[in-house]
């Protein structure tokens, strides 16, 4: 009896070990994994620009929402420490792809790049080199900035009632002057009389955080006739907005639809989906389809369009819109061509 009753408690101790172990099992297997993590530097201007760093933040947001991914940002100021900042992202452990948001980046992430070869780089706007290699584990990300200036030259000359309007840049160069030459060719094919005032703000990157330089620009092209100015400077931009403000004329914002920064005041708005291939770049990478290399966005994949909405359609007549969709299929077809300088 007592060797039957040593037995049943042998046989019951090994069920209790192995109902633990199986416990103990289940519960490793249900600790999460660590949330993947992604690094961005932003451009001149910093988060709050209202722009192009605010469009690509906004594409962080949307990815850790949809795809349960973590984010690190660092915002260099000034900008003189963009490599620094790359390096610092590109040495944590547990960030596996780094952004560079701007064109400025362009040399800086390449030669992180090639320092880092395990991890993975994208650039928005990267400045296309075609005598230089890009590393393989670096995604260049460009758009058609010209596509979708030469739409809303073609709205701003077909509302213009004074048949001048004008351009800011932030900084020159020749990613800002894909721009100007858009715009101006969608003026010109809108409106041959039509004139066009530039000014850029400044010969260095500081032109994209220097608002009170764009006003002044702003103001003297509004004084010299100009009843409709479109930028593409940055946070200097919200200096053209207070000057159509003072001015009571209009403006064209650029990047995101900024409408918000002086309602009533903002004709449309060129916008780049910087959020959306943000985004797309992250989830390639998270599905591990990350493949380096140039990734461009134009009207064709709606990586740029133009602003019509309720907000202005008070300002853009029906038949406005018209001919700018009609220039958009031309544009689509090669029927027009954008000759970039």
């Known amino acids: ?47 709050g620009d209202k722009s192009f760093n605010d469009a690509a933040y906004k594409g962080l947001e949307e990815a850790k929402e949809k795809l349960g991914i973590e984010f690190e940002v660092i915002d260099p100021g000034d900008g003189s420490d963009r490599e ?17 948001v701007g064109f400025i980046f362009t040399d800086d992430i390449n030669n992180i790049a090639l320092e880092f ?6 650039c928005v706007d990267y400045s296309i080199d075609p005598d230089k290699k890009i590393p393989a ?6 758009f058609k900035e010209e596509e979708g ?33 858009g715009y101006k060719q969608g003026v010109q094919y809108a409106s041959p009389d039509c004139q066009v005032l530039t000014g850029y703000v400044s010969v260095s990157p500081e032109g994209f955080k220097n608002p009170g330089k764009a006003k002044e620009i702003a103001l003297s092209q509004y004084n010299s006739g100009a009843d409709i100015i479109y930028h593409a ?29 002086a309602p009533g005041f903002i004709l ?7 959020d959306e291939a943000v985004f797309n770049t992250i989830k390639n990478f998270k599905e591990n389809k990350f493949i380096g290399g140039i990734k461009t966005f134009g ?34 077809n090669g029927e027009i061509t954008i000759i970039l300088k």
């Open 1 to 47: 009896m007592n060797k039957f009753f040593t037995v049943i408690c042998i046989v019951l101790f090994c069920l209790i070990m192995i109902s633990c172990g199986k416990k103990e099992s289940t519960s490793e297997k249900e600790i999460p994994l660590t949330p993947m993590k992604v690094g961005l530097v932003f451009d001149i201007g910093g988060r």
């Open 268 to 274: 449309t708005s060129m916008v780049k989906q910087v």
């Open 84 to 100: 620094s900042a790359l390096r610092k992202l590109a040495s944590k452990k547990d960030i596996g792809l780094v952004f560079g």
């Open 137 to 142: 584990n670096v995604e260049a990300i460009e």
């Open 233 to 261: 400077s940055g946070l200097s931009g919200l200096g053209l907005f207070e000057a159509a403000r003072d001015k009571n004329k209009l403006a064209i914002g650029v990047d995101m639809d900024q409408q918000k920064e």
């Open 117 to 122: 070869p395990d991890k993975k780089f994208a």
């Open 149 to 181: 200036s030469f739409l809303v030259g073609v709205i701003a000359a077909l509302n213009s009632k004074t048949n001048k309007v004008g351009f800011i840049g932030g900084m020159e160069s020749s990613l800002i002057r894909k721009f100007e030459e």
């Open 299 to 332: 009207l064709e994949d709606k990586g740029v369009s133009y602003v019509y909405d309720e907000n202005n359609k008070s300002l853009i007549d029906t038949s406005v819109i018209a001919k700018v969709e009609d220039a958009k299929k031309k544009l689509a």
